[in-house]
C-alpha cells in the first residue's frame, strides 16, 4: 500500500521559509518521479515543483529561485525548501509519486503565509 506523508507546514510571516518532507512508504522510491503540488481555495491544482527519478528539476515560474526540491532516496522522502515566501504562497501542499503507471498523492500540509 503506497503512503505519502507530508510534514513541515505552518503558519509563517512574510519572507520567512519552510521546509516540507514527504515519507514514502509502499513504493520503490528511487524509480518513482516525485513532485509538489499546491491548491489554494477556489483555485485548480498546480505544480510547485518535480524531481525525476534521474534527480532533474523543475519549477513553476511563480516559485523559480524561491523552492528548491531534493530527494533523499535512502530515506524515501522528498523535500522542498521554500525561501522569501508570499502571502500567495498559501495553499495546501501535497506530495505525489508517479511512476509504473501510477499516480500518488498524499494527504497535504497546510502552508499560510501572513503577518
Known amino acids: 500500500q503506497v503512503q505519502l506523508v507530508e510534514s513541515g507546514g505552518g503558519l509563517v510571516q512574510p519572507g520567512g521559509s519552510l521546509r516540507l518532507s514527504c515519507a514514502a512508504s509502499?513504493?520503490?522510491?528511487?524509480?518513482?518521479?516525485m513532485g509538489w503540488y499546491r491548491q489554494a481555495p477556489g483555485k485548480k491544482r498546480e505544480l510547485v515543483a518535480e524531481?525525476?527519478?534521474?534527480?532533474?528539476?523543475k519549477y513553476a515560474d511563480s516559485v523559480k529561485g524561491r523552492c528548491t526540491i531534493s530527494r533523499d532516496n535512502a530515506e524515501n522522502t522528498v523535500y522542498l525548501q521554500m525561501n522569501s515566501l508570499k502571502p500567495e504562497d498559501t495553499a495546501v501542499y501535497y506530495c505525489?509519486?508517479?511512476?509504473?503507471?501510477?499516480?500518488?498523492w498524499g494527504q497535504g500540509t497546510q502552508v499560510t503565509v501572513s503577518s
Open positions: 505525489n509519486a508517479a511512476g509504473r503507471g501510477t499516480s500518488n
Open positions: 524531481i525525476s527519478r534521474g534527480r532533474s528539476t
Open positions: 509502499g513504493i520503490m522510491f528511487s524509480i518513482y518521479d
